[in-house]
């Protein structure tokens, strides 16, 4: 009975005790909380800048700053010149150029230029070198795209007779420059056939069997364009070390092909590109860059080339803008809004 007495009081001095012992707690961490900003860096900071201003903005959440990220600390890279020119080859003389039915007989991609085709390539090779010398630019170089099939390989080999070694930054063999497919062996008879449909059917659209369209070589070819843009936008083609707004890029491949690469690089339409005439055989088309830093066929061409190319004034308009605009820009007021929309006519009558 005695024990069960004292319980009560033993339970309350307990329940005292450890009222006594959380307060002492608070107050040790009060007071800690309480100590001077100075003694609690000194204590628990490492300092590893100058001033302990510096330190603890470092320190500060968000407000880190890393030299080597700090804007003030980089040097911007400026991108790498353009090149002067894009300049676009065809194939010299081949020998189905001259006798039609090597295509029955022979691959496509394994046809060899005749020794005229040798000869016209040559001399592109030489006139493409007096174009770039009259630049007066001492840093110059050529670079080279060019299609797998044998006779646009025998035209860059006879072309490139005109350049030594160190005028050479550099080739590639680009599948997608390749000639537009117009089936295997071919029968004779029944190719004149179809190109006879495909003036019909249209030149753009209409598709070989067991070959491509126009169309199809346009997909390609717009692949082959993204590329070729990425190369000129990070200077694939410079040399270690080397940034000269001198180089020049040469395209050899074939006809179509050409025309389809130009309709792509300006937005031409299919009623544009079938106005289009093919090259001759080791002909130039010359995309120059303009005082924006844009590529115009007018920088070396004049109206009247352009014309016998195929070019109609809508075309042309959009060449001069070409020589003045800068990458990225738009043709806001293209010559093709006009002639596409034909009602605007009517609004200005009102």
């Known amino acids: 009975m005695f024990h069960l007495k004292l319980l009560p009081f033993l339970l309350s001095c307990f329940v005292a005790s450890q009222a006594m012992a959380t307060h002492s707690l608070t107050t040790s961490l009060a007071s800690s909380l309480l100590l001077p900003p100075r003694k609690l860096v000194n204590s628990s900071f490492i300092q590893c800048c100058k001033t302990q201003n510096e330190s603890i903005e470092l320190s500060t959440n968000g407000k880190a700053s890393f030299p080597e990220k700090s804007p003030q600390k980089q ?8 090149p002067r020119r894009i300049i676009l080859v065809r194939h010299g003389q081949s020998q189905g150029n001259v006798d039609e039915s090597v295509y029955t007989r022979i691959a496509d991609p394994k046809i060899t230029l005749t020794e005229k085709g040798k000869a016209q390539a040559e001399e592109c090779g030489k006139r493409i070198r007096e174009m770039i010398e009259k630049d007066e630019a001492d840093d110059w170089k050529v670079y080279f795209y060019v299609s797998p099939y044998k ?7 006879n072309l490139a007779r005109a350049f030594e070694r160190s005028r050479i930054a550099g080739m590639r063999e680009e ?11 071919q029968d004779r008879e029944k190719m004149r056939a179809e190109k006879a449909i495909r003036m019909l059917y249209g030149r753009f659209f209409f598709r070989f069997p067991n070959g491509e369209s126009a169309a199809d070589v346009y997909d390609r070819i717009t692949g082959f364009r993204e590329t070729l843009r990425a190369d000129i936008d990070i200077g694939r083609f410079q040399p270690p070390g080397e940034q000269s707004p001198n ?18 690089w300006y937005k031409w339409t299919v009623e544009q590109y079938e106005k289009l005439h093919n090259f001759g055989n080791g002909g130039v088309v010359v995309m120059e860059r303009g005082f924006g830093g844009r590529y115009s066929l007018l920088m070396h061409h004049t109206e009247e080339e352009l014309r016998e190319f195929g070019l109609t004034d809508d075309m042309l308009k ?17 010559p093709m809004m006009n002639s596409f929309f034909t009602h605007f006519e009517d609004d200005e009558c009102q």
């Not at 599948?175 to 062996?185: A, I, K, M, Y």
């Open 75 to 82: 040097q911007l890279k400026k991108p790498p010149p353009r």
């Open 175 to 185: 599948p997608r420059l390749r000639e537009q497919d117009f089936g295997n062996f």
């Open 318 to 334: 959009d060449q001069e803008w070409q020589k003045i605009a800068r990458p990225g820009e738009l043709n806001y007021d293209g």
């Open 247 to 264: 180089m020049n890029l040469v395209i050899v491949s074939h006809g179509l092909t050409l025309r389809v690469f130009l309709m792509r």
């Open 151 to 157: 006779r646009t390989r025998e035209t860059l080999q």
